[in-house]
């Protein structure tokens, strides 16, 4: 049986989770399903071995007992990257690693759904681009695509005329207030051009960010304010960087968001206490803010995460954070699972 192979038009659209979902669905129909990732992407590196998390999940989800080099036998790391353009790798050795490394999972089940990269085109320096895996291990391709503006369909075109075999696409956490227009105008418009639409899912608070308590985990932040509640979801971000009055007016526009600024911007931390859109404020430079301020966040409702690290770095960590988005849990694969089959036709698939 052919590989599903998974790919998606930019990263944070919920393509792990969608991936190793579509993996669990044929596992409980009975079918006998392997993993497989080509590039190790997401990578973190908590005990000095740098590792990605995506086929950790799916090992744990589909109950697979490999090792994670055999699942994922490229590590797309910056030091990879480095040797790559020095000429230090081999191309041709590398795309033949992939090959058989999926052929040796491919001999053990039925059915393998293999993850792309963080986007189409990472890779490319290796000829191991997401076309070209796909073309490599001969695999029917599902885009997974974001959708909130009709000008989204350009990158949706210019990702799927890219693969030969395509199974179609499937919009992932589309909201209410963009239902209509997608499946109105953007939807017949791509099946017009001969872009199968598998389905669209829903936008589902839980799955489309992080909590704040999550948040903080990830970024080794303190807790400032204990006596408020950390449940609530970010999806975004700001950067408080302007002054209080315009700040203000920048900061009521948004919906849950976390705003990122140094800890002795008070009256930034101020203004942004202001906004019901906010939903924690995230304080850079292991600067303690003012008993006034911690006190009006207790009042208003709204965590306060101190971190050690600079507000650009701060910002890159929860850019990371936001973007992989709430993959990295059995749970959001399982309801990942029964959105895919309340909303995706996968009945052909391999057809």
């Known amino acids: 049986m052919n590989p599903i192979f998974v790919t998606s038009t930019e990263e944070g659209t919920g393509k792990t989770a969608i991936a190793i979902a579509i993996a669990s669905l044929a596992a409980d129909d009975g079918t006998d399903v392997g993993y497989f990732k080509p590039k190790g992407t997401r990578l973190r590196s908590p005990v000095g071995k740098t590792r990605d998390e995506d086929p950790l999940l799916a090992m744990e989800v589909l109950g697979l007992d490999a090792d994670l080099e055999a699942l994922e ?18 191309s041709e050795e590398i795309r033949q690693r992939v090959r058989d490394h999926y052929d040796a999972v ?21 000829g191991l ?29 210019a990702t799927a005329r890219r693969f030969d075999d395509l199974a179609g696409v499937a919009f992932n956490a589309v909201g209410d207030a963009d239902f209509e227009s997608l499946t109105t105008d ?24 992080v909590t704040v308590e999550e948040l903080s985990e990830a970024l080794g932040g303190e807790l400032l304010t204990p006596d408020v509640p950390t449940d609530g979801f970010v999806e975004r971000f700001t950067v408080g ?8 007016r920048h900061f009521r526009r948004l919906r849950e968001a ?9 009256e930034v931390q101020t203004a942004a206490l202001e906004a019901p859109g906010i939903e924690c404020l995230v304080l850079t430079g292991g600067l303690r803010p003012s008993n006034a301020v911690l006190g009006k966040a207790t009042e208003a409702g709204v965590p306060v ?16 954070v936001l973007s992989t988005g709430r ?4 749970e959001t694969v399982g309801r990942m699972a029964d959105l895919l089959g309340d909303h995706v036709d996968l009945a052909d698939l391999n057809g």
């Open 305 to 320: 995460v101190l971190v050690q690290s600079d507000t650009k770095t701060t910002v890159d960590r929860v850019e990371g």
């Open 129 to 157: 681009t997401d076309p070209d895996v796909a073309d490599l291990l001969d695999a029917r391709t599902v885009v997974v695509a974001h959708y909130s503006q009709p000008g989204d369909v350009d990158d949706v075109l």
């Open 241 to 248: 960087a302007m002054g209080s009055d315009s700040a203000l």
């Open 258 to 266: 976390a705003m990122v600024t140094g800890g002795d911007r008070s």
């Open 73 to 90: 036998p490229v590590v797309y790391s910056p030091a990879f990257i480095e040797e790559a353009l020095r000429g230090q790798v081999d």
């Open 327 to 330: 993959t990295s849990d059995v």
């Open 186 to 209: 953007a939807v017949p418009f791509l099946e017009g051009e001969g872009i199968p639409v598998l389905g669209v899912v829903p936008r589902v608070t839980e799955l489309a960010g």
């Open 106 to 126: 491919a001999a053990d089940h039925d059915l393998v759904v293999v993850e792309g990269g963080g986007c189409p085109s990472t890779g490319g320096i290796v």
